[in-house]
């Protein structure tokens, strides 16, 4: 179907060092304090996140198309839990938050979607292992 490219590069040490993640038209900084304390720029898991939700809100959304509904709005964010175990540091769990707006959407119908879209999205899919938790609300 098609092919997407990411790239990053990294300078330094682990924690006096910096990044440049780029994907798409978006190069942006990430470090050490952006990635496991409260410094400027991005870091993996946000990536991580921002791909799972936009990946879960186009399926969402072509399922709900499916059913000759166009939905108004969805929106997901993705919150990514970074731990630490014997290893060293590893994503253990990932929260999605979906607000949806769709006139004649039952609640019941758009539960067994948002379930779907969990389930079957390309990017769930390559997180299979990992709790993916989902709180999924029609407005």
Request: overall charge neutral; charged content about 25%; glycine content about 12%.
């Amino acid at each position: 179907m098609s092919t997407s490219t990411g790239k990053a590069k990294w300078s330094g040490t682990l924690k006096k060092g910096k990044g440049e993640m780029t994907f798409g038209n978006y190069t942006g900084p990430y470090t050490f304090a952006s990635r496991f304390e409260s410094g400027e720029g991005t870091n993996p898991e946000e990536l991580i996140g921002a791909a799972l939700a936009g990946c879960y809100s186009m399926f969402l959304s072509g399922l709900i198309g499916a059913e000759d509904l166009e939905p108004e709005m969805i929106e997901t964010i993705a919150q990514v839990r970074l731990d630490k175990d014997d290893k060293g540091p590893l994503i253990t769990s990932i929260s999605l938050e979906c607000h949806v707006k769709c006139s004649g959407l039952s609640e019941s119908k758009f539960g067994e979607l948002a379930k779907t879209s969990k389930e079957k999205c390309p990017v769930s899919r390559l997180y299979q292992g990992a709790e993916i938790k989902l709180n999924a609300r029609l407005i």
